[in-house]
């Protein structure tokens, strides 16, 4: 089992897990809205299937907002 933080919060997951599943798992809204950060990194989309979860990872979900004064 691997020990990762989640958006600063700790969580346990089955070895082996991926990105992909891992947004399925936390039940990320607009999931093809978000961006992820792995480990202070950004991973591109079709980067998410294929790209495994470690011990000790760190895993950010952004939402990128636009908007300002118009």
Do not use: W
Request: aromatic share 8%.
């Amino acid at each position: 089992m691997a020990k990762i933080t989640v958006n600063g919060k700790p969580q346990a997951l089955e070895n082996p897990t991926t990105l992909a599943q891992l947004i399925e798992q936390n039940n990320i809204i607009q999931p093809d809205m978000v961006s992820v950060q792995l480990n202070e990194e950004f991973i591109q989309r079709e980067n998410y299937a294929t790209t495994e979860l470690k011990d000790g990872d760190e895993v950010d979900f952004l939402y990128f907002m636009g908007g300002g004064r118009g």
